[in-house]
Every structure is written in structure tokens, then in C-alpha cells.
């Protein structure tokens, strides 16, 4: 026989093609999901069968004929799948298949097999499969390992062609580029047109082909390189060019980050438009400094504001919870003024993180009645995340060995 390493790889198209399976257990199970995935036709020989099986017959997916395999059953089939746990039958199945000269495929004998399915994954268009000389577990571990790398994209799977013009915003995550999230490097590395803030994972810019349209739209205090508008603009008319463009935000794009005015703009332009979620710097700042905004006997929420407007801060004060401050390191002496005027104790921990999640990040603590002196004699500049409550000083008092 020829030996498993003379191998042709071929992709099958079966949509609508008559397919075989002899068997009904839990390996013509997955085999039969599989086909029916690709529009195959699917005819099931076998005395008996999986639950699975039965529904998918019940709903006329499949059809099933509940008896043994006959020679007569492939006549008019295209492909053949022996599935049975009877290695005679396999065996028999595959020789009636080579006779009338249709494929066949042998779940229990590679080595005897005319074909092999291979190990497949599929991610965003793009599909691998594997075969190593008949080894299906060495097949899985190696298209699992592809696939994961496919899924954070971390391989070059950009299209040649342009699929339409659509945007995608993609929350970049608190600045590390590690902690974008797997979709949304999939969705950057596929991008004809990239539009990125600031505060958004500048490093991953270098991941990307020498012809991908660079666009730097950052906005710091009083330094704006575009309007929002002029932003707006710019998103609509790459996409409405045909080409794929990601808007790429620090943070996540519907946690004060206008996300909702761009999808908006796309929306009023007809373009086709989606948000991929990123990790919003109100959550992992803190994280980052060790201090959890929630902690059981401490606070049981948290409110997120943005320092550029300061407004009426009763209810925070009121409700006990801790206040997540945004972009407020301009704003901090309105904020102490607000909170103290509506009561907050003046001895409530404050906690200012800078540039979390990066190698110059630094945490300056204080208390209502303290911060301001202590962030001006540490020269706190942005981007940074205010945090008030109780639970700055959790674990403080935790790694003090103190109970709280």
C-alpha cells in the first residue's frame, strides 16, 4: 500500500453531494456535524444510533436507515465515511467504495484509508487543517496550537482583498499591549485603515503591513491632533472607500470614550459598524496598584466619572460606593471641594495611579483632606485614575497584616 507520507492534500467542496456514513456512535457523531456544516447530503446505515443522531434524523437533517451496511448503499454516493466500531465492516465498506471508485474515509484505520479527515479550525474566514501521517492527536495539538495563534492574531492572515468597507472599534485595553483583547488584535491585524487615540496600545501599530493606513486622531488636554469630528470624518470616508478600518481607543470605546458618537457617524452613513469590548482603565488601574474597587464589608459598587466636568457629587458621597475618576488630575482640587461640601469624611483614602500597566506606573496616596498637597508635591501628570474609598487602603492593611 502507498505509504501515509504520499499524501495529495485537497479541500472538498460537498455542499448538496450525497455522503455516506456508515455507523452511528459518537465518532460518525462528530463526523456527521462536520458534513452537515459543510451542506453535505448526509445518509446514515446503522442498526442503531446516538440521541444526536435520532434528532438530527427527527428533523430531516439527516436521513437515517436503521439497519445494516449493504454494498447497494453507495451506489450514487460521493463520498463514504466507515464509522461503524466493527473493524470488518469498516474494512468492507471501504473495499465496495474503492470498487465502485467513490473516496472513502476509514475512522478506524488511517493506514487502510483512501482519505483522512483532517484536523480543521476556521477563524475569521481563514481556514487550517492538519494531518500528520494518520496521527490524529498530534493533528489536534498542532491545529489547536495554530488556532489559538490565528485567534489572537498573532499570525499575518490579512485578506488581499477588501471584504467592503466596515469599521470596527476596538477597546485597546489600559495601554499594555498584552492586555488588548484576542479579538481585537485579530481585528487590527486585518484592518486596511488604522485610527488610534493617545492612550491606545501605540506598540501594536508595529505589528501591522507596511501598506496599512496610519492615522495618529490623539487627544491630550488642550492638545488635539483631530476634532472629533474631523475623526468622524475620517472613519466614514476610508470605510466608505471599501476599506477596513479599526478604530483603535485606549480603554474600552463606550466607557468615556465618544465610541458612541463614531459608531453614530457610521450609522447616520450607512456603513456597517461593531465594538469590540477592551478593558476600561476605571477597572484596571486599580487592579494594577493592587486595590480592588469592590471588597465584601467595604463597598459593594463602584461609580465612574470623568474629571473633565465635576458636577454635583451627593449621591456618590451618600451612597458609599467607591468613585472611579477619569482623566481628573487637572480637576482634583474641584473634586476634594465637592466631596468635602457634601461630607465625605476628610480621612477617606485616595489613591492617584499613573500610566498603569506600564513599566513608569507609580501610585500616590493620600486622603480627602491630603490628596491635593501630596499629588502636587509628587508632580502627578496623566494619564492617571483617581480612586476614593475605603478600599484603597484593603490591601494596604492586608499586606500589613492587619484583618479587614
Known amino acids: ?93 471501504a473495499a465496495d467504495a474503492d470498487a465502485a471508485r467513490v473516496w472513502s474515509v476509514r475512522a478506524d484505520d488511517a493506514a487502510s484509508s483512501a482519505a483522512w479527515v483532517p484536523a480543521t479550525t476556521r477563524v475569521d474566514g481563514v481556514s487550517v487543517s492538519v494531518t500528520s501521517d494518520g496521527d490524529p492527536r498530534r493533528s489536534t495539538a498542532i491545529r489547536n496550537a ?48 488604522v485610527i488610534h487615540d493617545r492612550l491606545s496600545p501605540r506598540e ?33 470616508s476610508h470605510a466608505l472607500a471599501g476599506r477596513r478600518v479599526a478604530r483603535l481607543k485606549g480603554g ?14 457610521c450609522v447616520a452613513a450607512g456603513i456597517r459598524v461593531e465594538v469590540v469590548p477592551g478593558i476600561s482603565s476605571a477597572l484596571a488601574a486599580p487592579l494594577a496598584a ?4 469592590t471588597h465584601r464589608g467595604t463597598s459593594t459598587g463602584f461609580t465612574v466619572i470623568s474629571g473633565h466636568a465635576i458636577g454635583d457629587l451627593s449621591a456618590v458621597v451618600s451612597s458609599g460606593l467607591t468613585l472611579v475618576v477619569l482623566m481628573g488630575v487637572a480637576s482634583l482640587p474641584a473634586l476634594v471641594k465637592e ?3 457634601h461630607g465625605m469624611d476628610p480621612t477617606t483614602p485616595v489613591a492617584i495611579i499613573e500610566r498603569a500597566h506600564t513599566p513608569s506606573q507609580r501610585t500616590t496616596l493620600g ?24 478600599v484603597v487602603s484593603v490591601t494596604a492593611d492586608a499586606l500589613a497584616g492587619r484583618a479587614t
Open 339 to 341: 466631596l468635602s461640601q
Open 146 to 193: 495554530i488556532g489559538d495563534l490565528l485567534a489572537r492574531g498573532a499570525l499575518p492572515t490579512r485578506p488581499t482583498r477588501s471584504s467592503g468597507g466596515h469599521v470596527v472599534l476596538i477597546g485597546g485595553g489600559p495601554g499594555d499591549p498584552d492586555l488588548i483583547t484576542v479579538r481585537g488584535l485579530a481585528e487590527l491585524r486585518n484592518a486596511d485603515v
Open 290 to 293: 493592587g486595590i480592588p474597587v
Open 1 to 93: 500500500m502507498t505509504s501515509p507520507h504520499m499524501t495529495y492534500p485537497l479541500a472538498l467542496r460537498i455542499e448538496a453531494r450525497r455522503v455516506i456514513v456508515v455507523g452511528a456512535g459518537a465518532v460518525a457523531e462528530r463526523r456527521i456535524d462536520a458534513l452537515l456544516a459543510a451542506g453535505a447530503d448526509v445518509t446514515v446505515i446503522a442498526p442503531d444510533a446516538t440521541d444526536r443522531i435520532i434528532e438530527l434524523a427527527t428533523a430531516g437533517l439527516v436521513a437515517w436507515h436503521a439497519r445494516p451496511y449493504s454494498a447497494a448503499d453507495i451506489s450514487e454516493a460521493w463520498l463514504v465515511h466507515a464509522a461503524t466500531n466493527v473493524e470488518a465492516v469498516n474494512a468492507r465498506v
Open 204 to 236: 501594536l501599530l508595529d505589528i501591522l503591513d507596511d501598506d496599512v493606513v496610519i492615522i495618529d486622531a490623539g487627544k491630550g488636554p488642550d492638545d488635539h491632533t483631530l476634532t472629533q469630528d474631523e475623526i468622524n470624518d475620517a472613519i466614514v
Open 252 to 265: 474600552d470605546p463606550f466607557v468615556l470614550g465618544r465610541g458612541s458618537e463614531e459608531v453614530l457617524a
Open 367 to 390: 486622603a480627602v483632606d491630603s490628596i491635593v498637597d501630596a499629588a502636587r508635591a509628587a508632580g502627578v501628570g496623566n494619564p492617571a485614575v483617581i480612586v476614593v474609598g475605603d
